[in-house]
């Protein structure tokens, strides 16, 4: 039963080319998986809902 809501991918609106940018948003992303703010705010908002929250850094699709 535990199934994710969804299996899209998701991803951060940015101007095209803008590799700065990219990079600093995924360095964030990263830090946040890596410091515990992420497992943190998950189980805030899903904790109860029974999920498996995970909780590893997520695989990036790279800058342009």
């Known amino acids: ?3 994710p809501f969804t299996e899209e991918k998701y991803g951060v ?3 095209h080319g803008d590799v ?3 990079e ?3 360095k964030a992303i990263s830090e946040m998986y ?3 703010t992420a ?15 995970v909780t ?3 695989q ?3 800058c342009p």
């Not at 497992?39 to 929250?53: K, P």
């Open 1 to 3: 039963m535990n199934n």
């Open 39 to 53: 497992a943190e705010l998950l189980e805030q908002w899903f904790g109860e809902t029974g999920l498996d929250l």
């Open 34 to 36: 890596q410091d515990g």
């Open 13 to 15: 609106g940015l101007p």
């Open 20 to 22: 700065r940018a990219c």
């Open 60 to 62: 990036f699709e790279g």
């Open 56 to 58: 590893s850094v997520p």
């Open 24 to 26: 600093a948003v995924n």
